[in-house]
Nanobody
């Protein structure tokens, strides 16, 4: 059974930086994608960025150039470096793993709060 645990959230002033971490336990298959999502108060959860097992990355337009997703496969971790934060980045950030391929299973972490003050 895979479990994901996020950490690194907190309160930061606009313009500041945070690094989020997501640690996975259990078996991670070579074909997988790890991603970060976020959910602002009263809003739907939205995709932020993802990275495949081979390191291909994708970003939402709102974070491109400011956020960087990277992973440490040995440590089974995915990280999100967030720079130039603004108030609109506030929300609960969730880690997601899509493990395997046909079939695949999806796992979510419990989330970590990021609050950006103006």
């Amino acid at each position: 059974q895979v479990q994901l645990v996020e950490s690194g959230g907190g309160l930061v002033q606009a313009g500041g930086s945070l690094r989020l971490s997501c640690s996975a336990t259990g078996t991670i298959y070579s074909i997988n994608t790890m991603a970060w999502y976020r959910q602002a108060p009263g809003m739907q959860r939205e995709w932020v960025a993802d990275i495949t097992g081979t390191g291909t990355t994708n970003y939402a337009g709102s974070v491109k150039g400011r956020f960087t997703i990277f992973r440490d496969n040995f440590k089974k971790m995915v990280l999100l470096q967030m720079n130039s934060l603004n108030v609109e980045d506030t929300g609960v950030y969730y880690c997601k793993l899509v493990n395997g391929w046909q079939p695949s299973r999806t796992y979510w972490g419990q989330g970590t709060q990021v609050t950006v003050s103006s």
